[in-house]
């Protein structure tokens, strides 16, 4: 099993960033890739950014040039850092890792972008 806490959410205006951080825990060797989605109610859930254990990104293009995906593996960390924010980037934020038997995901951290 997995854990993974997400924390740094919140409201910014239009224009300003936030960083999101989400840790790992427990069978952590296990983890392949890690990245961040985001939904609205009602939504599917989307791809925000991932990256996998050798440093291969993807982004959506939607955020491309403005958030920015870091890992620390040795601490089971993932980071998304969002500059430039929009009002269309309001969502909950969600982690997840992937292992060669599951994908597993946080409980999600809202953010609020004020126009």
């Known amino acids: 099993q997995v854990q993974l806490v997400e924390s740094g959410g919140g409201l910014v205006q239009t224009g300003g960033s936030l960083r999101l951080s989400c840790a790992a825990s427990?069978?952590?060797?296990?983890?392949?890739?890690m990245g961040w989605y985001r939904q609205a109610p009602g939504k599917e859930r989307e791809m925000v950014a991932t990256m996998t254990n050798g440093g291969s990104t993807n982004y959506a293009n939607s955020v491309k040039g403005r958030f920015t995906i870091s890992r620390d593996n040795a601490k089971s960390t993932v980071t998304l850092q969002m500059n430039s924010l929009k009002p269309e980037d309001t969502f909950i934020y969600y982690c997840?890792?992937?292992?060669?038997?599951?994908?597993?995901w946080g409980r999600g951290t809202q953010v609020t972008v004020s126009s």
């Open positions: 997840n890792a992937i292992t060669t038997s599951r994908i597993y």
């Open positions: 427990g069978f952590t060797s296990k983890i392949n890739a």
